[in-house]
């Protein structure tokens, strides 16, 4: 793989906490091949002892000045893990002043999961679910916008961000969400390199973690 390593290069860098592992990826906009290269760590509860040294394994901290965006998974997941890496992220951004993009855990999954609808359903919205342990049922639900071909990004509309629900009966079609950091640390990155495309301008002040705390009602979602 070529060195990402040099003074001219111009990163983007995607950080995913919102599960067990903890996932890195940048890509160099500089480099015309656009070659991403990511990680995965296996950290559970020492993320907040090693965040630092994982970054750096993926890229020097010498280098952190020439990142020009930062995309940063929000949630719904690991409430902890998730609040340790937006605050690195928006610590970053604001030191370096650039932008920071969040996208919430269940939008990136979107691309993977709506392949699992039914045929004539796949165009159609419909829902993230899991059970987040002593809360509820937590929910998003989901759009297919367009498929980028040029750089296979999957644009997906969040119709509603995920949030803690009161009625499961009304949530139809409805897919469970699974973790698949590798997959989605990618998806993450790309969604930066849309917004780097369409000169998004995202302040690091907006940017917190996804942590749902009451039911709402969700018939007025349908």
Same mark, same amino acid.
């Not at 919205?125 to 990004?153: C, M």
């Given at each position: 793989?070529?060195?990402? +390593?040099?003074?001219?290069?111009?990163?983007?860098? *995607?950080?995913?906490?919102?599960?067990?592992?903890?996932? $890195?990826?940048?890509?160099?906009?500089?480099?015309?091949?656009?070659?991403?290269?990511?990680?995965?760590?296996?950290? %559970?509860?020492?993320?907040?002892k090693?965040?630092?040294?994982?970054?750096?394994?993926?890229?020097?901290?010498? /280098?952190?000045?020439?990142?020009?965006?930062?995309?940063?998974?929000? %949630?719904?997941?690991?409430?902890?893990?998730?609040?340790?890496?937006?605050?690195?992220?928006?610590?970053?951004?604001?030191?370096? !002043?650039?932008?920071?993009d969040?996208?919430?855990s269940f +939008?990136?999954?979107?691309?993977?999961? @709506?392949?699992?609808?039914?045929?004539?359903?796949?165009?159609?919205?419909?829902?993230?679910?899991?059970?987040?342990?002593?809360?509820?049922? #937590? *929910?998003?639900?989901?759009q297919? #916008?367009?498929? +980028?071909?040029?750089?296979? /990004? +999957?644009?997906?509309?969040?119709?509603?961000?995920?949030?803690?629900?009161?009625?499961?009966?009304?949530?139809?079609?409805? $897919?469970?969400?699974?973790?698949?950091?590798?997959? !989605?640390?990618?998806?993450?990155?790309?969604?930066?390199?849309?917004?780097?495309?369409?000169?998004?301008?995202?302040?690091?002040?907006?940017t917190?973690p996804i @942590?749902?705390?009451?039911?709402?009602?969700?018939?007025?979602?349908?």
């Amino acid at each position: 793989m070529q060195n990402f +390593h040099n003074s001219k290069s111009k990163y983007l860098l *995607a950080l995913h906490s919102c599960s067990e592992s903890f996932g $890195i990826a940048i890509k160099d906009t500089e480099n015309p091949e656009k070659i991403i290269k990511s990680e995965i760590f296996n950290l %559970g509860r020492s993320l907040s002892k090693k965040l630092f040294s994982c970054i750096e394994t993926i890229l020097p901290r010498e /280098f952190w000045k020439q990142i020009i965006r930062i995309s940063v998974a929000k %949630g719904p997941g690991s409430f902890t893990s998730t609040r340790l890496t937006i605050s690195m992220a928006r610590t970053i951004a604001q030191q370096i !002043d650039c932008s920071l993009d969040s996208i919430s855990s269940f +939008h990136l999954m979107a691309p993977r999961l @709506y392949k699992d609808l039914d045929k004539n359903q796949i165009l159609n919205p419909f829902w993230i679910t899991d059970v987040l342990p002593r809360r509820g049922i #937590v *929910a998003g639900k989901y759009q297919l #916008v367009k498929i +980028h071909k040029e750089s296979n /990004f +999957h644009e997906f509309s969040e119709i509603f961000s995920p949030q803690l629900i009161s009625n499961e009966k009304q949530i139809n079609p409805s $897919i469970k969400a699974s973790n698949n950091v590798e997959k !989605d640390i990618i998806s993450l990155i790309n969604f930066s390199q849309y917004c780097q495309k369409l000169k998004v301008q995202s302040n690091w002040k907006t940017t917190l973690p996804i @942590y749902p705390t009451s039911p709402i009602d969700n018939q007025k979602y349908k």
